[in-house]
């Protein structure tokens, strides 16, 4: 191994030099996996399947070469190399790889398989897929996970599983983790969550810590068989209460040191906190005494390993290669099937047959599997990879089993219900349609789908309800099959059958005794008995006691026969020693429940309890008056009464009793030795009280009334303890009964008929008792209101009533018969506190009114003096005056010529004033009325009403208002001017400013101005109120064709243009301004351009070669020119630095031109002697010579004004000499011919 782990560390750090190396800048790409290559990759599943397949398994020592096998039915296979295990569900941080990696771990309890958190270790890559891992843990600490598959598989015909586990950490030397687990539980029940971890593995019971006092975690429900793969040791022994009830022990029994470290161990059927015992390890020692060494032939646990930062998934796998172990688990088919396990711990030696041993019997109808892992204080990384399960023996081509879906229900009465499950898989190779399971007594089976794809497995339902023939049966039995259609032929199944006893349900009961006698106290060991019987219809095994305060208990029997059989019942005895905390309590209450086991299934009887007391219970009370008084019919008086614990034993539910008082209640109802409370209570004296002191002594001025209390309660084993009794008295004085009044009038006056009068009536009980029920009447006002209506001795209350004045109530003197008055009378009454009326005497009050005198006075005006024209709106005040002596409401004002008058106020007191507003629009009709009359005037008349306190109609006198009217004459003038003073050339842009004033009377709107030159102009305000002004806008650009020149004189012009203002008055009439004119003076433009022409080059030239020129033009008019060009009679394409020149501006322009041989004018220039002859002969010395000759070329500028006219400059010539040499042959003729060309 030590080699091995060497290999594969030297081999990991080659991959890191290479791939630093492949990364290098420069460098040529090299195969990143040159040197892995060295290292054997992982077989195929299905060739690593047929290989595992390929040993049988012997019952010979451990570790025996496996031996080959044939092959059964495909069931599952689940790489877990993809992003995705859908029939797989996880608790903890189980995780794919393969997936995309997530934030943080899921919650807790059953979740999908998703992608993995961060992780502690070297945990290969995420994102993987096809190349991920089932990652149980990472290497943190204290990490615990489970995955489950939920779907039932059958199981008659054998299981065979094959599964790559990988157990490994970073630390040297290792420091392996918990391990991992693969179990097998009843497929009839629901696999949700794992067992314990830790030691247990996620299979087995636990006690955390083993610490007596912690509770026992539970195992995985209705385990069937749990195979250990031990790094760490633990799984071995029974140490934490593992195989607790079991019959047959492990052969060690503590945790610590771990007694079986590299070891597989089998566990047995198990739930809840019993069975999961031991069956068999892969040690040669099975004694009690240590050591337990392992006999496997290699390591569980993989080397050290280091997973390089941005490793790759495939390469993430050739690291993880040497921690591969390919485990097979198999279970025989038949009546008497074995256990094999075969490990392959690719070291090239192949699969080794690690461990055989007889399968639990009774073998499930159906299993459910699952993998756990744990770390707890150790680093370990844990995968799972290449899950392959089948049969042992093929299955039917249609395999139906029928089983009822655990758990059962308590008591199969007739009338409960009985859930069957019924497993159907297609063995064949090819679909089966129209899937039925049909069962004669149950009825109807529900399947999620009806047609099977080869290999497939579902799980159909039904429920059956128990009738009384089955009761008279003893048991429910029934038959199922299953059919369908595969390549046009029907498929049937085996039949499946299910037979249910009913005989009385598993159930215990047990009873609790107390072995030692009383007293007890401190420090004494008390022991107890437990008879504990099977009270149901079916064996129980396992039998166990659960206090929660006596360990170690032990029982004769731990198996017990069927109720009322021989054996049906067993007894346990166990000890406890009393605390001083028990001391304190008073006593001992401790619980306890047995415990029992049949065909995996945990029966639990009924708690009993039983309580020892501890200590003498004793209570004293003490009572007292705590309020003051003094007291009367209808007082409370406030007791306090203080109770101590003065025994030796906590008491509780502490209560007092009072002759007279109910409801006590205290500070606290639990009392330590030593302990005091305070409770209270109150007691409300009544006049039956008073009536039993007068019944003993009817000339009693006071009564004493007393009252007793007791205090009691329960000590630790229930009983009663009470206190002695405890006295209290008040005493009451014999009530005299009496009430005064005073009423008074709150409201101020004078009063008038209609006037509301507010009354208030003071009420004092003047005896020595409480009344209630206070009421006051009075023979005028009803409905009077007291703010209490209960007054104790001495107390006062005030009542409320209001009145309103009535002609008919009023009395009034003859001599002033505008003076009157109203008298009325009021009377308090109550009750004592024996029922008896108590009444007041009479008192009164007296209002003066006076007869009212209603009058209105009204003034009406204008709000402005006017003139108003048609379409004005006068707005008129009403000023209205209360000039009677009494209130008047209901204000309103008419008007023959306004409506809808409105005022500030409708209600009037005598003397106050309000203002009414109204308007009113003057029409046409008005002005039309007063034909030639001067001035118009509109005149109207008003008049003001309201009402009287007794209803009558007040009204003011008539009230005139006029106002002038007028005819709308409405007017508008504008003027008209330019804002530049000119002049102007035509191109210029002239402003001009529209003065637009309404001289009418009323107002214009939609205001604009007309120009026949200008369009666009606009308005700073287009609505004028009568004597308003206003400026407009606008711009003209001069134009030749508008100009009206001076014969004498042509370049002085001038443009004239008319202007009129537009609006429209109230009634929508048009009215306009008269026209208006302005005249700008236009000078006639000059223009002219100027040009020079200069060569760039000083010269002389030859034939072909390229001459510059530069083109001086300068606008000399004075006006703007534009498009300026220049022509030239040999250049072409001449540019300008600026086509567009103001006035004396200037610009450059620039050519050029090849010397052509035809474009010249020569002449002879002799170098050297020579003769010359006459005549046209001519000949002469001489051999060499040049000609001399030039060009001459002729430029112009043009342009345009602003009128489009084309300017043209005067010509521009330039001069270049050009030299050519004479050659050989040159003919006179031909320069001749080019000098007179």
Not at 886 to 894: E, I, K, N, P, R
Not at 1153 to 1182: F, I, K
Request: overall charge negative; aromatic content about 4%; glycine content about 10%.
């Amino acid at each position: 191994m030590a080699a091995r782990d060497a290999e594969y560390e030297e081999e990991t750090t080659i991959l890191l030099a290479r791939r630093a190396r492949a990364t290098r800048p420069g460098s040529p790409p090299r195969h990143r996996r040159a040197v892995l290559r060295r290292r054997r990759r992982p077989a195929p599943v299905a060739e690593r399947l047929r290989d595992a397949r390929a040993h049988a398994r012997t019952a010979a020592a451990p570790a025996a070469q496996a031996q080959p096998r044939a092959l059964g039915t495909p069931l599952l296979t689940e790489t877990f190399k993809q992003a995705t295990a859908p029939e797989f569900s996880a608790v903890g941080p189980a995780c794919l790889t393969g997936a995309a990696p997530v934030g943080s771990p899921p919650g807790s309890g059953n979740h999908p398989l998703l992608g993995c958190p961060p992780a502690v270790g070297p945990v290969p890559p995420n994102n993987a897929a096809p190349d991920g891992f089932l990652r149980l843990t990472d290497a943190g600490y204290f990490q615990s996970a489970a995955v489950m598959y939920d779907h039932a598989l059958p199981a008659g015909q054998g299981l065979d599983v094959t599964f790559d586990q990988y157990q490994y950490g970073s630390t040297t030397p290792a420091s392996p983790a918990d391990g991992i687990s693969f179990f097998l539980v009843d497929g009839a029940a629901a696999l949700t969550h794992p067992g314990a971890y830790g030691g247990s593995l996620g299979y087995a019971q636990i006690r955390q810590a083993d610490i007596p006092t912690n509770p026992l975690l539970p195992g995985v429900d209705h385990g069937y068989l749990g195979v250990g793969l031990d790094v760490y040791g633990n799984f071995f022994g029974d140490g934490e209460e593992r195989g607790n009830g079991c019959p047959q022990r492990a052969p060690a029994r503590t945790p610590w040191p771990p007694p079986g470290p590299n070891m597989v161990t089998l566990r047995g059927p198990g739930n809840d906190v019993v069975g999961y015992c031991f069956l068999t390890a892969t040690t040669s020692n099975f004694t009690t005494t240590g050591p337990w060494p392992s006999t496997l032939p290699g390591m569980l646990h993989g080397p050290s390993t280091v997973m390089p930062p941005g490793v790759t998934p495939v390469e993430a796998e050739e690291i993880l290669e040497p921690s591969r172990r390919q485990v097979n688990v198999h279970i025989t088919a038949g009546a008497n099937p074995t256990v094999t396990v075969t490990i392959d711990f690719n070291d090239g030696t192949g699969p080794h047959q690690v461990l055989s041993t007889p399968a639990p019997l009774p073998i499930p109808a159906t299993y459910k599997f699952g993998f756990a892992s744990s770390t707890g204080s150790s680093t370990d990384v844990h995968l799972i990879r290449n899950v392959v399960v089948s049969s042992d023996v093929p299955l039917p081509q249609l395999n139906l089993v029928k089983q009822v879906r655990l758990p059962l229900p308590g008591d199969l009465a007739p009338g409960s219900q009985v859930p069957y499950d019924f497993v159907v898989t297609n063995a064949g190779n090819t679909e089966i349609t129209g899937l039925v399971v049909n069962d004669p007594e149950i009825g109807p089976v529900s399947c999620p789908v009806t047609t099977l794809a080869p290999g497939q497995t579902i799980t159909c339902t039904a429920t059956y309800t128990v009738t009384a023939a089955d009761a008279a049966n003893g048991s429910i039995d029934n038959t199922a099959i299953a059919t369908g259609t595969s390549g046009g032929d029907e498929v049937t199944s085996p039949p499946s059958s299910q037979s249910v006893p009913l005989e009385k349900p598993p159930a215990l009961e047990i009873v609790k005794n107390v072995v030692t006698p009383g007293p007890y106290s401190v420090g004494q060991t008390v022991t107890y008995s437990y008879t504990v019987r099977n009270t149901g219809g079916v064996e129980l095994s396992g039998i166990q006691v659960h206090d929660d305060h006596v360990t170690g208990i032990t029982c004769l029997a731990t198996t017990l026969a069927p109720a009322d059989s021989p054996g049906d019942s067993t007894t346990c005895t166990g000890s406890y020693t009393i605390t001083a905390a028990d001391g304190t309590t008073g006593s001992v209450t401790n619980t306890a429940t047995a415990k029992g086991t049949t065909n995996g299934q945990t029966v639990t009887s009924p708690e009993t309890d039983l309580t020892v007391p501890v200590g003498t219970p004793h209570l004293t009370l003490t009572k007292q008056v705590v309020s003051s008084g003094p007291y009367h019919v209808g007082s409370t008086a406030d007791y306090s009464y203080t109770v101590t614990n003065s025994g030796t034993t906590e008491l509780h539910s502490l209560t007092v009793t009072d002759t007279r008082v109910s409801g006590v209640t205290c500070d606290a109802t639990t009392l330590a030795p030593g302990a005091s409370t305070t409770c209270h209570g109150t007691y409300t004296v009544t006049q039956a009280d008073i009536d039993d002191c007068l019944d003993a002594d009817s000339g009693a001025t006071q009564c004493v009334i007393a009252n007793t209390a007791r205090a009691g309660a329960v000590d630790p084993q229930n009983n009663p303890i009470a206190s002695d009794p405890a006295d209290a008295s008040i005493t009451v004085p014999v009530p005299a009964p009496q009430l005064a009044l005073v009423k008074q009038v709150d409201s101020a006056g004078p009063f008038e008929v209609g006037s509301t009068v507010a009354y208030s009536y003071r009420v004092t009980n003047t005896g020595n008792t409480a009344l209630n029920d206070l009421t006051v009447t009075d023979d005028h006002v009803t409905g009077i209101t007291c703010d209490a209506t209960t007054l104790a001795a001495g107390a006062t209350t005030t009542c409320h009533g209001t009145y309103t004045v009535t002609p008919q109530d009023l009395v009034c003197d003859q001599p002033d018969p505008n003076s009157c008055r109203v008298v009325n009378i009021a009377v308090a009454y109550a009750a004592d506190p024996a029922g008896n009326q108590v009444v007041s005497e009479e008192t009164t009050a007296t209002i003066t009114v006076v007869r009212s005198a209603p009058a209105l006075s009204l003034i009406k005006q204008a709000d402005l003096p006017g003139p108003f024209f048609t379409g004005d709106t006068v707005t008129y005040s009403y000023t209205v005056h209360s000039s009677g002596n009494t209130a008047l409401h209901g204000l309103s004002v008419t008007d023959n010529r306004v409506t809808g008058i409105t005022c500030d106020a409708t209600t009037l007191a005598p003397g106050a004033t309000t203002t009414c507003h109204g308007s009113y629009l003057v029409t046409q009709a008005d002005v039309d009325a007063c034909g030639q009359t001067t001035p118009c005037l509109v005149v109207n008349t008003a008049t003001a009403h309201a009402t009287d306190p007794t209803g009558n109609q007040v009204d003011s006198e008539e009230a005139r208002a006029s106002v002038e009217v007028r005819a709308h004459a409405p007017g508008l003038t504008v003027a008209k001017r330019a804002d530049e003073p000119g002049p102007f050339r035509i191109g210029d842009t002239v402003h001009y400013t529209y003065t637009v004033a309404n001289t009418g009377t009323t107002e214009l709107t939609g205001l604009t101005i007309s120009d026949n030159r200008i369009t666009g102009i606009t308005c700073d305000a287009t609505t004028l109120a009568p004597g308003a002004t206003t400026t407009c806008h606008g711009s003209y650009t001069v134009a030749a064709q508008d100009l009206v020149c001076d014969r004498t004189d042509p370049d002085f012009c001038h443009v004239t243009n008319t202007a009129a203002a537009h609006a429209t008055d109230p009634t929508g009439r048009q009215v306009d301004s008269d026209e208006t004119t302005a005249t700008i003076a236009v000078n006639q433009q000059a223009p002219a351009l100027s040009l020079t022409k200069t060569v760039d080059e000083p010269g002389p030239f030859a034939v072909g070669d390229t001459v510059h020129y530069t083109y001086t033009v300068r606008n000399t008019g004075d006006t703007e020119l534009h498009d300026l060009s220049i022509v030239d009679n040999l250049v072409t394409g001449i540019t300008c630095d600026a086509t567009t020149l103001a006035p004396g501006a200037s610009t450059t322009c620039h050519g050029t031109y090849t010397v052509a041989e035809q474009d010249l004018r020569c002449e002879d220039e002799h170098r050297g002697g020579g003769g010359g002859g006459g005549g046209g002969g001519g000949g002469g010395g001489g051999g060499g010579g040049a000609k001399a000759c030039h060009i001459t070329n002729t430029a112009v500028a043009v342009a345009y004004d602003p009128s489009g006219r084309q300017v043209s400059s005067g010509s521009a010539c330039a001069t270049i000499t050009v030299c050519v040499e004479r050659e050989h042959g040159w003919k006179e003729e031909q320069t001749a011919g080019r000098l007179g060309s």
